[in-house]
Antibody, heavy 125, light 107 residues
Framework: EVQLVQSGAEVKKPGESLRISCKGSGYTFSNNWIGWVRQMPGKGLEWMGIIYPGDSDTRYSPSFQGQVTISADKSISTAYLQWNSLKASDTAVYYC??????????????????WGQGTTVTVSS | EIVMTQSPATLSVSPGERATLSCRASQSISAKLAWYQQKPGQAPRLLIYGVSIRATGIPARFSGSGSGTEFTLTISSLQSDDFAVYYCHQYSNGDGSFGPGTKLEIK
């Protein structure tokens, strides 16, 4: 079974650091981009960025550039999302998702076809 | 950065009826558009990619259309399981963005 399993819920204080993880199984982890998505309480989905575990090529949404670090260790099929100094506004559920490419009539299309269960991060003093 | 908008924010429809959800991109995204369904407490689920191609296991009552900057998700004959929040998403060359979502509720 293809799946992404994320690390458990975290409760942190402002200013603390944090790294959450997303472990893939059931497929060749290096071959698919992994995206990270934020969902603040009661709000919609926000695109944070994406990484290709095969060579760690990483792209960030302008809104999250410099605010988080996305990384991956292909040897253990795991992607990471990291903060150096958390803020209360980082309180959210964070999802990782596998990006799959579909080749149709000479064109590549993309979809986030496998999602992790989400990691709840609570930042409060 | 491409900005995605969706309308309406909330759509009230009776079971068995048709729902039409709209998504607009701030610039042309060709056909690099997908739709996702999210139910409370769950991760999103891929419904459609490439504007109109249903993902594996998605019922035929879900259909997508559009091109350029204007896109539509249509759900014919709504089932009780379809009431959820729907997001459009564009992705190309490492850049992505979601629309704010449309909440589909029971009328």
């Amino acid at each position: 079974e293809v799946q992404l399993v994320q690390s458990g819920a975290e409760v942190k204080k402002p200013g603390e650091s944090l790294r959450i993880s997303c472990k893939g199984s059931g497929y060749t982890f290096s071959n698919n981009w992994i995206g990270w998505v934020r969902q603040m309480p009661g709000k919609g989905l926000e695109w944070m960025g994406i990484i290709y575990p095969g060579d760690s090529d990483t792209r960030y949404s302008p809104s999250f550039q410099g605010q988080v670090t996305i990384s991956a260790d292909k040897s253990i099929s795991t992607a990471y999302l990291q903060w150096n100094s958390l803020k209360a506004s980082d309180t959210a559920v964070y999802y990782c998702a596998r990006l799959s490419a579909y080749y149709v009539s000479g064109i590549y299309y993309y979809g986030l076809d496998v999602w992790g269960q989400g990691t709840t991060v609570t930042v409060s003093s | 950065e491409i900005v995605m908008t969706q309308s309406p924010a909330t759509l009230s429809v009776s079971p068995g009826e048709r729902a039409t959800l709209s998504c607009r991109a701030s610039q042309s995204i060709s056909a690099k558009l997908a739709w996702y369904q999210q139910k409370p407490g769950q991760a999103p689920r891929l419904l459609i990619y490439g504007v109109s191609i249903r993902a594996t296991g998605i019922p035929a009552r879900f259909s997508g259309s559009g091109s350029g900057t204007e896109f539509t998700l249509t759900i014919s004959s709504l089932q009780s399981d379809d009431f959820a929040v729907y997001y459009c998403h564009q992705y190309s060359n490492g850049d992505g963005s979601f629309g704010p979502g449309t909440k589909l509720e029971i009328k």
